[in-house]
């Protein structure tokens, strides 16, 4: 359906699954393993996915040209060719900022409820 | 007792995953099996090198809950995408099919004198009407599964009870040849039909999903409400039968270059997966 129009706001809000991995490769390609490596890192460990929540995940997001699979390797001397590597597409990319958008201002309005940074009374 | 080496523990450990992934389906365990068996000894590896032997269990236990829910979801949709994509792909073909027996029925509107029960011929082609309004029905319902991230939850909804409303009618038209009392039936579905295909218009203008009949929708639908609200009444039966002769023939080549425009994007889209 290659005439449908798809805009970012549309796909909004995304799953937390969905968001930390377009989090994790917001800064590169990554395998599976990788991705769950730096989803772990960037919630301090909170967040752990397990193999179908991740690849259906990444199925799904494959399918909503949210990412895309890149024959590229970062360095293929280093590395198992079997392994697939995602990135993100300029789509997915903007569904990314748009959703930090939105979270921004949910915490903008947490931080004026002084629901931030400390106990309430 | 021979002690297990961590290599074998984690040998082991993927050997047992291995074995449980057979419980995806075929297609999904052929895409992503590999995979995901990579994924687990990985992670596996990482917990008993940091964790010993109660990392690995503990992996287990994040892996069992994520078997079972991943499970259940990835064959339930295997069932479902499966029956909507047949319906959906046969969607621009419903409609051109509803359009192509709305014109046959838009030549019952030449009847001479009066319209409250159609005789002869005009039967005939009045009934037309009813495959019409059914595939119509099908097809609203199609467009709504077809186009559904798009369109968004309201716009799939309208669409859906535009289809209800048609498949309504094509009964009532069905019912009330039988006993004309029940002729109401085909009015109750016509209103549910025309005020949804009227949302979906106003929706359709603002959001398009198919660019290239931006505002088809709307015409249709106020269309549809003239017919049925009999709007354009004059005192001459010749201009009045021509008009509505012009509404039916109208509403029938819109869902028929609908159906055309759907079923030439199913064709492009298949061409570029190709």
Same mark, same amino acid.
């Given at each position: 359906?290659?005439?449908?129009?798809?805009?970012?706001?549309?796909?909004?809000?995304?799953?937390?699954?969905?968001?930390h991995i377009l989090l994790?490769?917001?800064?590169?390609?990554?395998?599976?393993?990788?991705?769950?490596?730096?989803?772990?890192?960037?919630?301090?460990?909170?967040?752990?996915?397990?193999?179908?929540?991740?690849?259906?995940?990444?199925?799904?997001?494959?399918?909503?040209?949210?990412?895309?699979?890149?024959?590229?390797?970062?360095?293929?001397?280093?590395?198992?060719?079997?392994?697939?590597?995602?990135?993100?597409?300029?789509?997915?990319?903007?569904?990314?900022?748009?959703?930090?958008?939105?979270?921004?201002?949910?915490?903008?309005?947490?931080?004026?409820?002084?629901?931030?940074?400390?106990?309430?009374a | 007792m021979k002690q297990?080496?961590?290599?074998?523990?984690?040998?082991?450990?993927?050997?047992?995953?291995?074995?449980?992934?057979?419980?995806?389906?075929?297609?999904?365990?052929?895409?992503?099996?590999?995979?995901?068996?990579?994924?687990?000894?990985?992670?596996?590896?990482?917990?008993?090198?940091?964790?010993?032997?109660?990392?690995?269990?503990?992996?287990?236990?994040?892996?069992?809950?994520?078997?079972?829910?991943?499970?259940?979801?990835?064959?339930?949709?295997?069932?479902?995408?499966?029956?909507?994509?047949?319906?959906?792909?046969?969607?621009?073909?419903?409609?051109?099919?509803?359009?192509?027996?709305?014109?046959?029925?838009?030549?019952?509107?030449?009847?001479?004198?009066?319209?409250?029960?159609?005789?002869?011929?005009?039967?005939?082609?009045?009934?037309?009407?009813?495959?019409?309004?059914?595939?119509?029905?099908?097809?609203?319902?199609?467009?709504?599964?077809?186009?559904?991230?798009?369109?968004?939850?309201?716009?799939?909804?309208?669409?859906?009870?535009?289809?209800?409303?048609?498949?309504?009618?094509?009964?009532?038209?069905?019912?009330? @040849? #039988? +006993?004309?009392? &029940?002729?109401?039936?085909? $009015?109750? =579905?016509?209103? /549910?039909?025309?005020? %949804?295909?009227?949302?979906?218009?106003?929706?359709?203008?603002?959001?398009?999903?198919?660019?290239?009949?931006?505002?088809?929708?709307?015409?249709?639908?106020?269309?549809?409400?003239?017919?049925?609200?009999?709007?354009?009444?004059?005192?001459?039966? @010749? #201009? +009045?039968?021509? &008009?509505?002769?012009?509404? $039916?023939? =109208?509403?029938? /080549?819109?869902?028929? %270059?609908?159906?055309?425009?759907?079923?030439?994007?199913?064709?492009?889209?298949?061409?570029?997966?190709?």
């Amino acid at each position: 359906m290659s005439n449908v129009v798809l805009r970012p706001d549309d796909m909004l809000p995304l799953t937390p699954a969905v968001f930390h991995i377009l989090l994790a490769l917001a800064d590169g390609e990554k395998h599976g393993y990788s991705i769950m490596q730096e989803v772990s890192r960037i919630t301090n460990e909170t967040i752990k996915m397990g193999p179908g929540t991740l690849y259906g995940t990444l199925k799904r997001m494959l399918e909503a040209h949210l990412i895309e699979e890149t024959e590229e390797r970062p360095d293929p001397t280093m590395d198992d060719e079997r392994r697939r590597y995602y990135r993100l597409t300029a789509f997915g990319e903007r569904v990314a900022q748009a959703e930090a958008g939105r979270l921004a201002l949910l915490l903008n309005v947490a931080h004026s409820k002084k629901l931030v940074g400390g106990a309430t009374a | 007792m021979k002690q297990m080496t961590p290599t074998r523990w984690i040998a082991l450990s993927a050997r047992i995953y291995r074995a449980l992934l057979v419980l995806y389906p075929a297609d999904y365990r052929r895409e992503y099996g590999r995979l995901m068996l990579q994924y687990f000894r990985d992670v596996s590896c990482d917990r008993y090198y940091r964790h010993g032997i109660i990392g690995v269990a503990l992996w287990w236990c994040t892996t069992l809950f994520d078997l079972t829910f991943t499970v259940i979801e990835q064959r339930r949709k295997v069932k479902f995408t499966m029956s909507k994509s047949t319906f959906a792909q046969l969607t621009g073909t419903l409609l051109v099919a509803g359009g192509l027996f709305g014109i046959g029925a838009a030549f019952s509107q030449f009847q001479p004198g009066d319209h409250s029960a159609y005789t002869g011929i005009y039967q005939l082609l009045m009934f037309l009407s009813v495959p019409g309004f059914l595939f119509i029905g099908l097809g609203c319902i199609g467009l709504g599964l077809r186009y559904d991230w798009p369109l968004g939850t309201t716009g799939r909804w309208i669409l859906y009870l535009s289809g209800v409303g048609a498949l309504v009618m094509a009964m009532g038209g069905v019912v009330s @040849a #039988i +006993n004309e009392s &029940l002729w109401n039936i085909y $009015f109750g =579905g016509g209103v /549910l039909h025309v005020a %949804a295909l009227i949302a979906f218009g106003l929706l359709h203008v603002w959001k398009p999903t198919l660019p290239i009949f931006r505002a088809l929708p709307l015409q249709l639908a106020l269309g549809v409400l003239i017919l049925l609200l009999g709007v354009l009444r004059t005192d001459s039966e @010749a #201009i +009045n039968n021509t &008009l509505s002769f012009l509404l $039916f023939l =109208g509403m029938g /080549l819109v869902w028929l %270059a609908i159906g055309l425009a759907v079923n030439r994007q199913q064709r492009d889209a298949a061409l570029v997966a190709a």
